[in-house]
């Protein structure tokens, strides 16, 4: 099925931008499912090619580890990818904010 994601960026260029709109922002990944991580802009404006309309460089990626990225379907969280933030983190959050 289809489903939507949310990511909470660590870097201030997103959060900046993030910060000035007054709705939530659709953006794609900087890659294509299954391909490896961009490390610079160049190279996520060269994975993506033609599709890329604006591209914000900040610099390369300072420790090169991706984001975690869960599903959650009602209250079941399901790791999707291991990232900068353990699963256990995450599992442990979530659980924390279950309605009891």
Do not use: I, W
């Not at 201030?12 to 659709?26: I, Y």
């Not at 961009?38 to 604006?54: F, H, I, N």
């Amino acid at each position: 099925g289809t489903f939507q994601g949310f990511r909470v960026p660590a870097h201030a260029v997103p959060l900046a931008v993030a910060a000035r709109c007054p709705s939530s922002l659709m953006l794609t990944s900087a890659n294509l499912s299954g391909d490896a991580d961009p490390k610079s802009a160049a190279d996520a404006v060269r994975a993506l090619g033609d599709s890329v309309a604006v591209a914000l460089d900040s610099g390369p990626v300072a420790d090169g580890v991706p984001s975690t990225v869960v599903k959650l379907d009602g209250t079941s969280l399901t790791l999707l990818r291991e990232g900068a933030v353990s699963f256990e983190e995450v599992r442990a959050l979530h659980e924390r904010h279950l309605p009891v």
